[in-house]
Structure formats: C-alpha cells, structure tokens
C-alpha cells in the first residue's frame, strides 16, 4: 500500500542492522552465488571463519552452530547432561569407584520469567504457564527458581544432582528485567562449586544489544555455555552454543546434529553483522541510544498515570504499563510505528535496529507519547 513504518521491533531482536543493509546484502548475494548448502559432512571458509570469530570475541574454545534459538538451547541441555555423565565416568576410572548411571547430575535449573523456547527441552525451561500447558507432560527434572533469588538458589543448586544452571542476564520475553551483579556472581560461584555447568542465553540480549558484545560482560564473569541466535545472520535462521573446552571434551561426533547448521550462507551474512557491530565506536553509539531512548520515554510518557516503570539496557527497552499494551501496540502500527509486547502482555518491548538514528527514536517517542492517550479509552 505504499506506507512507510519506523521498525523499533528489528523482527524481535533480529534485524540489528535494519532492512537493505549494503554490507550485508553485498555478501549474502555474493554467497548464495558461490555455495548456499554442504551440510556438516564438509567443512566450508565461512563456518570456519564464524566459528574462528566467535571464539576469539567471547570466552569459548569451541563452537556448534544449530538454526535458532531454542535449538540452541536444546543442543546446550545435551551438551550440560552428556558432561556431567563423563565425569562421573572419569571419577569411576580414576579413583576406582563404580558410580552408577543414576548418579549422574541430571536436574536443570531455570528462573521465574524465563523465555528458553518452544521445542521441548527448551520449553521446560521456559516460565510461562500458557506456553507450556498445552503440551504438558514437558520434560522433567528443571526446577525453577525466583530470578533473582541468591537464597532460593543456593537452596536448589546442589553438587550431584544439578546439572546446569540457565540463566538469561536480561529477560526479553520475560518483560525486560536485568539480572543484579550479586546475583549473577552468587550463580558463578555456586555453580562452580556444584560442579554445575552456568549457561548463558544470550539469543535476545546478546551480540551488542545491550551496549556490549555480550550482555554477560557486564559482570566480569564467564559462562560455561552460551547460546546465541537472534541477530546473528541479520535476519537468517542461525543459532550457535559457544563452550568452554571443559565442554567440547564431553562432545564426540554423532552426539548432536543438524543438517542445515552452520550453512555457508548464513555464516557469511553473521561475518558481515560482526564486521559492523565491532566496528570502533559501534558499541558505544548503542549505548548513547539507549540511554537517549530512555531518557526520551521518561520525559514524554513518565508522568502518564498508565507508565509503571521504564527500564531497559542499551536498546533493549521495555515500557511497564499497569493495563494490557495491546490496544497501545495496535494504535502504534496504525501510526506507522512498529512494537512489541513483553511479559504478561502489559509491557511495551522496544528492541529496535541497533543501526537506529538519533532522529528515528525521537520520531517513535513522539509517536508512542500520541499514542498512548487510546489506554485511557481501555482502561
């Protein structure tokens, strides 16, 4: 029909370089003109120069590419049970013993607000009741604890019976909560001394969305495990779980596979995205935007008797409002501007191109600050 839209939803967190991007659309024609699909039966340069990359950018020693998200997830909950089963192996051999199976540490820990995905290891590790009641039984063996909650954590992390600890360091879906340093090195320590693996899911909130390469970086620490997906491609289908060597040893061929991973085509848009999002200054642009961003909401909106809490890292934003959002969604798209909801439905989700102008967030905040007059109608 020929209107325009201002996109501050990027595909959910995908598109971190918005739409027609030259760079990007330059070396996914250039690839699909030279090799599209081998399978994993080959190697290809592009998924040994990703993998190359993402190790020397981040704390891994090993990298396994999966399709999305919620596969990355599944594949770490293999990697997380497999390690703990070739430890107990190596104890029985080193030591004498004769450690049975059903001493293995199988059980998962997962918080409150936790968005994994919607396969079904993924999905027993994901919060929400109305995602997972339909499919119910899901998986056993996670337990789910107060995010946030350093006590109620210690409580269920246990040597023996834990097998890793998943943990998103800014909740997306969720409903934009940032997790608090303390407990993020209370989960470090008890991990470690558990001899649980700490797993990072990082598909939202990684890869420069929050100001830095990683959001885990925030608190000096590192994962065992972290799962990326989201905009890795620019907006083809990608995941990856990044891992420590610890991990990798616990992995043989023909434990996890996947035909379509790690292809040569969207290994090569990933180059491209990481290319720019490391770009000197890339970075702290998004950061400055952030902060213009929420800087921006609370002048216009903050006063609203509707606006409960604005909050956010970097451009990963979210606007509590103490009605449903939807009705504010609706009247956005109709005024050219494109949102997203987040935890129960009463939060507005602002994840916009990380490529996003100065000038584009005021023209959205101005639009948003219109349109939020329709929850007085609501509500």
């Known amino acids: 029909e020929g209107r325009e839209y201002l996109d501050m939803s990027a595909g959910i ?27 994993n039966v080959y190697y290809s340069v592009p998924q040994v120069n990703l993998a190359k990359r993402l190790v020397e ?3 891994a020693d090993q990298v396994f590419f999966v399709n999305s998200g919620t596969e990355a997830n599944e594949a770490a909950i293999k990697f997380a049970r497999k390690y703990q089963r070739v430890k107990v192996k190596e104890r029985n051999k080193k030591y004498g013993l ?21 396969t079904m290891g993924a999905l027993a590790l994901t919060s929400k009741k109305q995602y997972r009641a339909p499919f ?18 210690q409580r269920v992390i246990c040597p023996g019976r834990t097998a890793a600890v998943f943990v998103e360091p800014v909740q997306g879906e969720g409903g934009i909560f940032q ?7 209370s989960l470090r320590t ?10 990072f899911d990082e598909v939202q909130c990684g890869l420069g969305r929050t100001g830095q390469l990683w959001a885990h970086e925030a608190y000096e620490l590192e994962p065992d495990i972290m799962t990326l997906a989201k905009p890795l491609a620019g907006g083809l289908p990608i995941g990856a779980v990044l891992v420590t060597e610890a991990v990798s040893s616990a992995i043989v061929p023909g434990d996890h596979g996947s035909t379509f991973a790690g292809g040569p085509l969207v290994c090569h848009a990933a180059l491209a995205v990481l290319d720019r999002i490391q770009e000197p200054g890339f970075l702290e642009s998004v950061t400055a935007k952030g902060l213009l ?16 809490e604005i909050r956010g890292s970097g451009l990963l934003v979210g606007v509590e409002l103490d009605v449903l959002a939807s009705p504010l ?4 798209l109709n005024a050219g501007l494109l949102i997203l909801t987040a935890g129960s439905g009463n939060i507005v989700r602002l994840v916009p191109p990380l490529i996003i102008s100065e000038e584009e967030i005021k023209q959205a905040v101005q639009i948003l600050s219109k349109c939020i007059m329709v929850l007085d109608q609501t509500a």
């Open 13 to 39: 967190a995908v598109n971190a370089l918005g739409h027609g991007d030259p760079a990007w659309v330059k070396a996914v024609t250039e690839q699909a003109a030279t090799l599209v699909h081998v399978s």
């Open 57 to 59: 950018s981040s704390f």
């Open 98 to 118: 004769n450690i049975g199976e059903e001493k293995v540490a199988t059980d998962l820990v997962a918080f409150t607000s936790s968005f994994h995905g919607r």
């Open 136 to 153: 119910e039984p899901i998986m056993p063996g996670v337990q789910f604890v107060q995010f946030g909650d350093i006590e109620a954590a």
């Open 179 to 185: 997790a608090e340093a303390a407990f993020m090195r």
């Open 190 to 199: 008890l991990c470690s001394e558990a001899g649980a693996l700490l797993v």
């Open 293 to 308: 961003l929420r800087t921006l909401l609370m002048e216009k909106l903050g006063r609203n008797p509707h606006v409960k």
């Open 329 to 332: 969604v609706k009247a956005a």
